[in-house]
C-alpha cells in the first residue's frame, strides 16, 4: 500500500524547534517531487513548501521562509521539515503529500505540532 | 498578491449535484494553474479527489468529476451521498514552485 506516515510533532516553547519526518511506505520516494500542508485549528488547508525529486530546489510560503528548511534522504525513503524560531501561529497539524503533475495525490495522516509557553 | 476564493459553505440534497468553484482574485483559471481539489475532515489524512483540472484520483467515485467552468475550476458531485458531507479544498499551481489552496468549501449533504 502506498503510505506516507509523518511523525516528529509535539509541544514546543516559542523560539524552539522541531524536525518533522515524512516517511514513505510501498513506493520509493526517489523521484517524486513532496510538500508540507498544514492546518491550523479552525483555518483551511495551507501549503507550506515543497521540494523537488532530487532536492536541489526547494520552495516556502513567505511566513516560513528562513525558518523552515524542507530536505529529503531517498536513501531512507524519508522529507524532512526542520522548523525553527517557532512561533505560536505555526500551531498547526502538518501534513506531507506526494507530487504527480503539479498536485497531491497521495497524503499522509498528518503530525501535531503545538507551539506555546 | 494574489487569492484564491471558494464558496465558503454550500448545501446539496442527498442523490443531488452540487457544483463547487475555485477562483482566482486577478486572472482567469485556465489548465495552465493544474487545479486539484481535495477533501478534508479535520482529524483526518486529506483525500486528493481531482488533479491536472480532471484526473480523477485512483479510487475516487465517478460522482466527483472535475472541470473549467467559465474563468473558474470546478468540481461537480453528482448523486452526493451522506458520506460526501466533508470539506473541501482547491489547490493551484501558481508557477516558480508555489501552490496556493483556497480557503475551501464546507459542503453539506441533508
Known amino acids: 500500500e502506498v503510505q506516507l506516515v509523518e511523525s516528529g510533532g509535539g509541544l514546543v516553547q516559542p523560539g524552539g524547534s522541531l524536525r518533522l519526518s515524512c516517511a514513505a511506505s510501498?513506493?520509493?520516494?526517489?523521484?517524486?517531487?513532496v510538500h508540507w500542508v498544514r492546518r491550523a485549528p479552525g483555518k483551511g488547508l495551507v501549503w507550506v513548501s515543497h521540494?523537488?525529486?532530487?532536492?536541489?530546489?526547494?520552495t516556502y510560503m513567505d511566513s516560513v521562509k528562513g525558518r523552515f528548511t524542507i530536505s529529503r534522504d531517498d536513501g531512507e525513503n524519508t522529507v524532512y521539515l526542520q522548523m525553527n524560531s517557532l512561533r505560536a501561529e505555526d500551531t498547526a497539524v502538518y501534513f506531507c503529500?506526494?507530487?504527480?503533475?503539479?498536485?497531491?495525490?497521495?497524503w499522509g495522516q498528518g503530525t501535531t505540532v503545538i507551539v506555546s509557553s | 498578491q494574489i487569492a484564491v476564493t471558494q464558496e465558503p459553505s454550500f448545501s446539496v440534497s442527498p442523490g443531488g449535484t452540487v457544483t463547487l468553484t475555485c477562483g482566482l482574485s486577478?486572472?482567469?483559471?485556465?489548465?495552465?494553474?493544474?487545479p486539484s481539489w481535495h477533501q478534508h475532515t479535520p482529524g483526518r489524512a486529506p483525500r486528493t479527489l481531482i488533479r491536472?483540472?480532471?484526473i480523477r484520483s485512483s479510487g475516487v467515485p465517478d460522482r466527483f468529476s472535475g472541470s473549467i467552468l467559465g474563468n473558474k475550476a470546478a468540481l461537480t458531485i453528482t448523486g452526493a451521498q451522506a458520506e460526501d458531507e466533508s470539506e473541501y479544498y482547491c489547490?493551484?499551481?501558481?508557477?516558480?514552485?508555489?501552490?496556493?489552496f483556497g480557503g475551501g468549501t464546507k459542503l453539506t449533504v441533508l
Open positions: 510501498g513506493f520509493s520516494v526517489s523521484g517524486y517531487w
Open positions: 521540494i523537488n525529486a532530487d532536492g536541489s530546489s526547494a
Open positions: 486577478s486572472a482567469s483559471v485556465s489548465t495552465n494553474y493544474h
Open positions: 489547490v493551484f499551481y501558481m508557477g516558480g514552485g508555489f501552490w496556493v
Open positions: 491536472s483540472t480532471n
Open positions: 503529500g506526494r507530487d504527480v503533475s503539479y498536485g497531491m495525490d497521495v
